[in-house]
């Protein structure tokens, strides 16, 4: 079955840098018709789009919170996704999350109940 394990998380000061990885198996990142996202959530609020790619042509979206300072991207040799964070901010913090599903994405971020398959997240905290 797909699972989804994140790694990379951990504590940064303002302006530091993380690479979060998201380690696919149950399926191909060669599958041209699976798309990963990347989520955050902060305690006390909602989960939020951060960036997502779509494996039909390696398309890449992201929140405009984070535009400019995150780059999401694959390794299919290695079966997993990355979320360069650089500038990394206070508001940044959150327990971040990648989630899979068969889609492609053509329009932007979506959102997270199309996604069925989830990874259990890692924490990110940055001080300021």
């Known amino acids: 079955q797909v699972q989804l394990v994140e790694s990379g998380g951990g504590l940064v000061q303002t302006g530091g840098s993380l690479r979060l990885s998201c380690a696919a198996s149950g399926f191909s990142l060669d599958l041209p018709y699976y798309a990963i996202g990347w989520f955050r959530q902060a305690p006390g609020k909602e989960r939020e789009g951060v960036s997502c790619i779509s494996m039909s042509d390696s398309s890449t979206y992201y929140a405009d919170s984070v535009k400019g300072r995150f780059t999401i991207s694959r390794d299919n040799a290695k079966n997993t996704v990355y979320l360069q964070m650089n500038s990394l901010q206070p508001e940044d913090t959150a327990m971040y999350y990648c989630?899979?599903?068969?889609?492609?994405?053509?329009?932007?971020?979506?959102?997270?109940?199309?996604?069925?398959?989830w990874g259990q997240g890692t924490q990110v905290t940055v001080s300021s």
């Open positions: 989630a899979a599903d068969v889609m492609v994405i053509t329009t932007g971020l979506i959102p997270a109940y199309e996604y069925d398959h």
